[in-house]
T-cell receptor
């Protein structure tokens, strides 16, 4: 079945530790996104990528890093510089019909999310 | 900067009622608007997508309308059921920022 797979579902991070959240999609979508969701708040964009080997900072990129070496994969690393990382993280993807650098705004599909807790 | 708000933040209704959820956005230069459903601890599922040139979309018991000039959208749910209980989020695709901007959601509880 086509879809977006996030792993792990639950992750615990110690102080000063970097952790990586995995996101894989088999929808053949060009664009991929990482969002953070805190209780009672909307989704906030961390990073997005419209094409392989290219990505852009979102609204809250500080303390996070990403890579896009393959079309189907967009891992997110939460670094020790992120002082308040406890949150629900959502990966998403969408078709980019307008070519390089011009997202089309088609329907966006989400993974099931990953919970990150600092211990 | 585009901002999206949703009213009410939470809503509780008895089963069978028709209800309306509201979404407002500050900049009318949008490409489309989408309504999503989120169950607790889960990802978002797209319910309806309205392109900027459209006025409404329907899917089963759901009807979404869009008034771009006034910066408003509504999601109408007919004959609500307990299974409709979830958080409903709206999002616009912003022409300037060229990205999705989400509202905080409305938490709906349908009581049997």
């Amino acid at each position: 079945d086509g879809g977006i797979t996030q792993s792990p579902k639950y992750l615990f991070r110690k102080e000063g530790q970097n952790v990586t959240l995995s996101c894989e999609q088999n929808l053949n979508h060009d664009a991929m996104y990482w969002y953070r969701q805190d209780p009672g708040q909307g989704l906030r964009l961390i990073y997005y990528s419209q094409i392989v080997n290219d990505f852009q900072k979102g609204d809250i990129a500080e303390g996070y890093s990403v890579s896009r070496e393959k079309k189907e994969s967009f891992p997110l690393t939460v670094t020790s510089a992120q002082k308040n990382p406890t949150a629900f993280y959502l990966c998403a993807s969408s078709i980019d019909n307008f070519g390089v650098g011009r997202p089309s705004g088609n329907t966006i599909y989400f993974g099931e999310g990953s919970w990150l807790t600092v211990v | 900067k585009q901002e999206v708000t949703q009213i009410p933040a939470a809503l509780s209704v008895p089963e069978g009622e028709n209800l309306v959820l509201n979404c407002s956005f500050t900049d009318s230069a949008i490409y489309n608007l989408q309504w999503f459903r989120q169950d607790p601890g889960k990802g978002l599922t797209s319910l309806l997508l309205i392109q900027s040139s459209q006025r409404e979309q329907t899917s089963g018991r759901l009807n979404a309308s869009l008034d771009k000039s006034s910066g408003r959208s509504t999601l109408y749910i007919a004959a609500s059921q307990p299974g409709d209980s979830a958080t409903y989020l709206c999002a616009v695709f912003d022409n300037y920022g060229q990205n999705f901007v989400f509202g905080p959601g409305t938490r709906l509880s349908v009581l049997p």
